[in-house]
């Protein structure tokens, strides 16, 4: 499976954007960029995927580099709701089965 | 619209028994994926079930089996339970079988404590 890095932890404050940073530098072609978060307590949530073009939804945003060896996860205005471990995953569809690092830590300062 | 509910929430076994963990889908959604998450670890892949066949297996024992019903629930089994078992169970539906993927869905998991 290939591997992604993320950093151990990261602090924003509340109301400001957040560009949380994943390295991929050995995806395949055929590899998806998933990201998931975990809040205290509860079972991972999902967040947004893509495969090349950068992707929104409501929850955020996913910037993919043209050479798709990094990703960046932003969230537009983050709230204290938004304190949690992030998960940058690569995924095959055709393989389907999410590999979990270790994720990143992020703390929302009010 | 109900997510995904596993049961029970938390459980306490003791070493060398056998575990039944349960989970209904997501509606709408037909494969089941189970985890393992340790403390402080990120969740670890147990295996996968569609259309009541395991179709894809993680690097745990054959201590853990699981099943998959014509209704899409499934149950996670352990036997012979270690110290090292102690940890939250995660559920996971999403529908790629009908082609309709728009992510996982987990449930809040089950908290097993072997002892």
């Known amino acids: 499976d290939a591997k992604t890095t993320q950093p151990n932890s990261m602090e924003s404050n509340e109301e400001e954007p957040v560009h949380l940073p994943c390295n991929h530098s050995t995806i395949s072609g055929t590899d998806y960029i998933h990201w998931y978060r975990q809040l205290p307590s509860q079972g991972p949530e999902y967040v947004i995927h893509?495969?090349?073009s950068n992707v929104n939804n409501r929850m955020a945003s996913l910037a993919i580099a043209e050479d798709r060896k990094s990703s960046t996860l932003i969230l537009h205005r983050a709230t204290l709701r938004d304190a949690a471990v992030y998960y940058c995953?690569?995924?095959?569809?055709?393989?389907?089965?999410?590999?979990f690092g270790t994720g990143t830590r992020l703390t929302i300062i009010p | 619209d109900a997510g995904v509910t596993q049961s029970p929430t938390h459980l306490i076994k003791t070493r060398g028994q056998q575990v039944t963990l349960r989970c209904s889908p997501k509606s709408g959604h037909d494969t089941v994926s189970w985890y393992q998450q340790a403390l402080g670890q990120g969740p670890q892949f147990i295996f996968q079930?569609?259309?009541?066949?395991?179709?894809q297996r993680g690097n745990f024992p054959d201590r853990f089996s699981g099943h998959q019903f014509p209704n899409y629930s499934s149950e996670l089994n352990v036997n012979a339970l270690l110290l090292g078992d102690s940890a939250l169970y995660l559920c996971a539906s999403s529908a790629p079988g009908t082609g309709k993927f728009n992510g996982y869905t987990f449930g809040s998991g089950t908290r097993l404590t072997v002892v």
């Open positions: 893509g495969l090349t």
């Open positions: 079930y569609y259309e009541e066949e395991e179709r």
């Open positions: 995953i690569l995924s095959n569809f055709g393989n389907e089965k999410l590999t």
